[in-house]
């Protein structure tokens, strides 16, 4: 047990360094902006008081964001998905894994569960022992389940999902704002710098030269840094908006969830504005900051599906409830996240709908609104 007990304490110590390296980076970088670039190198007042005003705008919103990525828990599932205790005495005494199934569909009959595994089997995590709710996985490197996961991210040594996604979004962005910024101004002064006066003293240099001083390599290096980290952030934060936009998580998008009535990789999309929604809010004015707006409870989710599930008992549409942006919601009505984004306004012009009739095993039509996919 000794040796385990170091070894994990050893990992948890080394899945700090990505997060340092960031830290370190980014305060050499404030250092090289604020004081060789606009302290010793440039040399107009007006200039330098434009750049450090939206410098430092830009640096308070990512070193938010990126805290709020970093130091957010993991949203985990409710109590009620645990299995009561004599139910799951039972299931560990049973051997015969259709036995087990059959505990686990029936504590699951009043849960609001639409997903199951690719064999149809109840979601269920033995390590965790909880019944997985829909878009919930089991992260290795938390060694926990997580709501909506998305995926365990090394850079933040934390498990993005329901209750920082939002965060981690806003986090690519502003990095790519702080470093396009720097890129963007620093490139005259880079430049400047191939040409370099090599005389000591500014006042003996032409106007459109710089002195050779020691703020040369920090205006060098932090061109070519900036220029490649907003590089590499940008074809990640845009395969992040795709994700926001279909309503998946990069598990879903490698792996489509599977209903009851088989594997559907739109099952949770809603429309475009509808999937901003969930996960940044209804409130506009709040979308750009990294405070809690997302919609729902990570639970439940609505779903195009969710009406011609036959094992799953009809809920009634209860008045919408808004968004906090002090946290997550806790234990809720099962409707709440369907009430906040189906509400009375399930039709948009935006989407293009069709009308499918489908049947139940009663032989009973539903006519179901589903969302075309181009």
């Not at 399930?346 to 499918?356: F, K, M, T, V």
């Given at each position: 047990m000794a040796p385990s007990h170091v070894l994990r304490c050893c990992q948890r110590v080394l899945a700090w360094i990505p997060v340092i390296f960031i830290a370190l980076v980014v305060c050499w970088s404030y250092y090289a902006y604020v004081v060789e670039l606009c302290v010793f190198t440039i040399p107009n007042t007006g200039e330098q008081i434009v750049y450090l005003i939206i410098f430092h705008l830009s640096f308070i919103m990512f070193v938010w964001s990126y805290w709020k990525t970093i130091f957010t828990k993991p949203a985990n599932p409710s109590k009620e998905f645990c299995l009561p205790k004599a139910d799951k005495e039972q299931y560990e005494k049973e051997e015969r894994p259709e036995s087990q199934q059959e505990i686990l569909k029936r504590v699951a009959k009043d849960l609001p569960l639409y997903t199951r595994t690719g064999t149809g089997a109840i979601r269920y995590c033995d390590r965790c022992q909880v019944i997985k709710p829909d878009r919930c996985h089991h992260c290795s490197a938390c060694d926990m389940c997580v709501l909506k996961m998305d995926h365990h991210c090394p850079w933040v040594n934390n498990c993005v999902g329901?209750?920082?996604?939002?965060?981690?979004?806003?986090?690519?962005?502003?990095?790519?704002?702080?470093?396009?910024?720097?890129?963007?101004?620093?490139?005259?002064?880079?430049?400047?710098?191939?040409?370099?006066?090599?005389?000591?003293?500014?006042?003996?240099?032409?106007?459109?030269?710089?002195?050779?001083?020691?703020?040369?390599?920090?205006?060098?290096?932090?061109?070519?840094?900036?220029?490649?980290?907003?590089?590499?952030?940008?074809?990640?934060?845009?395969?992040?908006?795709?994700?926001?936009?279909?309503n998946r998580s990069t598990i879903e998008a490698f792996r489509a969830p599977v209903f009851r009535n088989g594997p559907d990789k739109n099952g949770f999309s809603l429309g475009f504005s509808k999937n901003i929604a969930q996960v940044f809010g209804d409130q506009k004015k709040f979308w750009l900051l990294p405070v809690y707006t997302s919609l729902g409870d990570g639970h439940t989710f609505p779903t195009r599906l969710v009406n011609i599930d036959p094992e799953q008992p009809t809920v009634d549409l209860q008045p919408s409830i808004k968004s906090t942006i002090d946290g997550p919601a806790n234990p809720r009505p099962l409707s709440e996240s369907q009430n906040r984004l189906l509400?009375?306004?399930?039709?948009?012009?935006?989407?293009?709908?069709?009308?499918?009739?489908?049947?139940?095993?009663?032989?009973q039509t539903v006519t179901v609104t589903m969302e075309s996919e181009s």
């Open positions: 329901f209750s920082n996604y939002k965060y981690f979004i806003l986090f690519l962005a502003y990095s790519m704002v702080y470093c396009v910024f720097i890129a963007a101004t620093v490139l005259q002064y880079f430049i400047k710098f191939w040409t370099l006066c090599r005389r000591k003293s500014a006042e003996n240099c032409p106007k459109n030269q710089l002195p050779d001083t020691h703020a040369k390599f920090h205006v060098l290096f932090l061109f070519f840094v900036a220029a490649m980290f907003f590089i590499s952030i940008l074809s990640l934060f845009s395969y992040h908006l795709w994700l926001v936009g279909k509400g009375n306004d399930q039709h948009y012009a935006e989407d293009n709908l069709d009308r499918d009739a489908i049947k139940t095993e009663g032989d």
